[in-house]
T-cell receptor, first 114, second 115 residues
């Protein structure tokens, strides 16, 4: 089955530690995205990548970093510089070259900072 | 101008009733308006979408109504069922010279359908 796999599903982190969330897709999509979901705030774009080795900041990129070394993978690192990292993180992908408005989401990773 | 305002924040409807969720936007250049459905612990999934040259789109029990002059669009769920209980997000697609699907999302509406 084609889809997006995010891991881990749940993650606990101590303050001051960096943590990396994994996102892998086998949909052969060029474009990938990271969103953060907080109650009452909808989905806010952290980073996105239209093609391998290229990515751009979204609306709330501060305290986060990404890499896109392979088409299938788009890991997100939540650094110690992120002031309020506890949230639900969603990875998505879409067909590149067409503006369809359709994103395919993974099941998310819930990060809790202790 | 890149915001999409969604209301209500939460909604409780009796089984068989009509659920209505509203969204408003400012940027008249938005050219595609999808709705996403998210069940607890899952990622959102595309439910239904509309382009601004259409006033209404229906798929089964789900209907989008679009009012271009008022810059508003809404989701109607007819004959609401307990299985429809989920969080619903409206979204809008900004115009972009680069290919992409960078959606702008509303804040979400938590729908609970009581049996």
């Amino acid at each position: 089955d084609g889809g997006i796999t995010q891991s881990p599903k749940y993650l606990f982190r101590k303050e001051g530690q960096n943590v990396t969330l994994s996102c892998e897709q086998n949909l052969n999509h060029d474009a990938m995205y990271w969103y953060r979901q907080d109650p009452g705030q909808g989905l806010r774009l952290i980073y996105y990548s239209q093609i391998v080795n290229d990515f751009q900041k979204g609306d709330i990129a501060e305290g986060y970093s990404v890499s896109r070394e392979k088409k299938e993978s788009f890991p997100l690192t939540v650094t110690s510089a992120q002031k309020n990292p506890t949230a639900f993180y969603l990875c998505a992908s879409s067909i590149s070259g067409r503006r369809t408005g359709e994103l395919f989401f993974g099941e998310g990773s819930r990060l809790t900072v202790l | 101008q890149q915001q999409v305002k969604q209301s209500p924040q939460s909604l409780i409807v009796q089984k068989g009733g009509i659920s209505i969720i509203n969204c408003a936007y400012e940027n008249t250049a938005f050219d595609y308006f999808p709705w996403y459905q998210q069940f607890p612990g899952k990622g959102p999934a595309l439910l239904i979408a509309i382009r601004p040259d259409v006033s209404e789109k229906k798929e089964g029990r789900f209907t989008i109504s679009f009012n271009k002059s008022a810059k508003q669009f809404s989701l109607h769920i007819m004959d609401s069922q307990p299985g429809d209980s989920a969080t619903y997000f409206c979204a809008a697609l900004p115009p972009s010279l680069e290919y992409g699907n960078k959606l702008v999302f509303g804040a979400g509406t938590i729908l609970r359908v009581k049996s």
